[in-house]
């Protein structure tokens, strides 16, 4: 049987913010990709080079494991691969010339191939796995072993007689507990756990357990997994979790998919099982305000663990919200904060700035929301189009040469919103300004004299002003 290395192209130390913030998740999608290939009967490697200097320290596994086939899968449940990154993009096309120089077959599976596959085939790359990618890749290295001909291998890009042959689209996989668990026992977790408890004295893990999202916000990450939900049942993530938490011992869980809990009666099976297998742990989630606000659904995440609820609040505009379709309204943003906390759980909130149409009010009507409700975390970006989406298709006639972010801190605008790239990046500076000086007057509100935020509203207060007068010199320089 061919030898296979798997790698993926995410690195943390060429992503700057995200390396600052020293909370590395392992590469799970590669992981499950690496498990699936094993299960199929290959001799499988991995390479993780997620805490990795660059792409030049594969060479030496390449000459080490004499592999016959390169895979290059990325992590589709971690939202940085997700917005194809321009450094990631480098960085793989240098894995894919060292791979080709020791004339290995290589393959492609993520977002950036998949809306670029021409990009990928020109730097050598043999097969590229467009959308969800573990049966075709499956198929495809079988049908390599066996010398048989690809042209009918579903999600497949590739080059033949010098033109790119694109194969029809694979449907989504439905049934998702028939696939392996990840290849955790290929990865060194130790590394990880180091940097967790190092920075924040504590060691997380991530689960993804579904796939897609059936709501119609214009602007989500939907590519891969396209519009359908599916998800694992509740036993099959409880028995990852046993797995992990005996073999590995992590304090904590980030449950990394778009929506956590979406079909019905799953979130109070899931805490049941937590209660019979008198499981501890605690965990962050994604999720909706609409549907945390269904029944039950806040006590049974409280009761099974959950410590942190992000939520897509983005705006506090209703006309922004309305714009974006995404489906909510500011009073269930107001409400589930409210209950989440009555409940001990820490809210964070996702915010955007720059879509289309959005005016000066509909800026201040978002930090006024931010300033009520005070969530726990904000976590502030500009609206980024990503392609195979509604919002991408609105502007892509006013996308400038760069439509991918370098890094994460990028922040660029790639088409033109109300106000310049510049007022948005100071913006983003003022809101966590604003932020941070409500939070520390809030601790000395509460006698609660705590170093850290009393002095980041010392710093913040000044420098708050400055922003404030910049801003409305960018505001009326535009």
């Given at each position: 049987m061919k030898r296979v290395l798997v790698t993926h192209s995410y690195f943390y130390r060429l992503d700057p913010k995200q390396w600052k913030f020293k909370q590395p998740y392992p590469p799970l999608g590669s992981l499950q990709a690496a498990a699936v290939v094993r299960e199929s009967g290959f001799e499988t490697t991995f390479f993780d080079v997620a805490l990795r200097k660059?792409?030049?320290?594969?060479?030496?596994?390449?000459?080490?494991?004499?592999?016959?086939?390169?895979?290059?899968?990325?992590?589709?449940?971690?939202?940085?691969?997700?917005?194809?990154?321009s450094v990631m993009r480098e960085a793989a096309f240098t894995m894919i010339g060292l791979a080709k120089q020791r004339n290995a077959v290589v393959i492609i599976c993520n977002s950036d191939?998949?809306?670029?596959?021409?990009?990928?085939?020109?730097?050598?790359?043999?097969?590229?796995?467009?959308?969800?990618?573990?049966?075709?890749?499956?198929?495809?290295?079988?049908?390599?072993?066996?010398?048989?001909?690809?042209?009918?291998?579903?999600?497949?890009?590739?080059?033949?007689?010098?033109?790119?042959?694109?194969?029809?689209?694979?449907?989504v996989l439905k049934n998702l507990d028939a696939l392996p668990l990840p290849a955790w026992d290929l990865i060194d977790i130790e590394s990880y756990r180091k940097i967790w408890k190092r920075h924040h004295g504590y060691f997380s893990l991530n689960l993804a357990y579904t796939r897609g999202r059936?709501?119609?916000?214009?602007?989500?990450?939907?590519?891969?997994?396209?519009?359908?939900?599916?998800?694992?049942?509740p036993e099959n993530v409880i028995k990852e979790i046993k797995y992990l938490l005996e073999k590995f011992q992590p304090d904590h869980f980030w449950m990394s998919d778009d929506i956590f809990g979406l079909?019905?009666?799953?979130?109070?099976?899931?805490?049941?099982l937590v209660r019979e297998e008198k499981l501890k742990f605690t965990y962050k989630i994604q999720s909706r305000v609409d549907l945390l606000l269904e029944e039950n659904t806040i006590d049974a995440l409280a009761e099974s663990g959950a410590e942190t609820v992000w939520v897509g609040a983005e705006s506090g505009s209703q006309k922004i919200l309305n714009a974006m379709d995404k489906g909510t309204t500011i009073e269930q943003i107001q409400t589930a904060t409210e209950q989440l906390r009555s409940k001990g759980i820490k809210v964070g909130y996702f915010l955007q700035f720059g879509y289309l149409g959005e005016t000066k009010s509909d800026i201040e009507s978002t930090v006024?929301?931010?300033?009520?409700?005070?969530?726990?975390?904000?976590?502030?970006?500009?609206?980024?189009?990503?392609?195979?989406?509604?919002?991408?298709?609105?502007?892509?006639?006013e996308l400038k040469e760069k439509q991918n972010w370098t890094d994460s801190d990028d922040l660029a605008m790639m088409y033109h919103a109300t106000y310049s790239p510049a007022f948005y990046k100071l913006l983003h500076r003022y809101v966590h300004s604003r932020y941070r000086i409500k939070r520390g007057w809030e601790q000395v509100k509460k006698l609660n004299f705590?170093?850290?935020?009393?002095?980041?509203m010392v710093y913040h207060a000044p420098l708050s002003v400055i922003q404030s007068w910049r801003l409305d010199r960018l505001q009326y320089a535009d």
């Open positions: 660059g792409p030049d320290e594969i060479e030496q596994v390449l000459a080490e494991e004499k592999p016959d086939v390169l895979v290059i899968y990325d992590d589709g449940f971690n939202y940085l691969t997700k917005m194809c990154l191939s998949s809306d670029h596959y021409d990009k990928y085939l020109a730097m050598g790359v043999d097969y590229v796995i467009r959308g969800e990618g573990e049966e075709t890749l499956r198929e495809l290295l079988v049908a390599l072993e066996r010398e048989n001909e690809t042209n009918e291998i579903l999600g497949v890009a590739y080059n033949k007689n010098g033109k790119a042959i694109v194969n029809s689209s694979r449907p059936p709501y119609k916000c214009n602007w989500c990450a939907k590519p891969i997994y396209g519009n359908r939900y599916n998800s694992r049942s079909k019905p009666n799953w979130i109070n099976r899931f805490r049941d006024k929301m931010v300033l009520k409700n005070m969530p726990d975390e904000i976590g502030i970006s500009v609206s980024y189009p990503l392609p195979g989406t509604k919002f991408f298709e609105k502007v892509k006639a705590k170093l850290r935020p009393l002095a980041s």
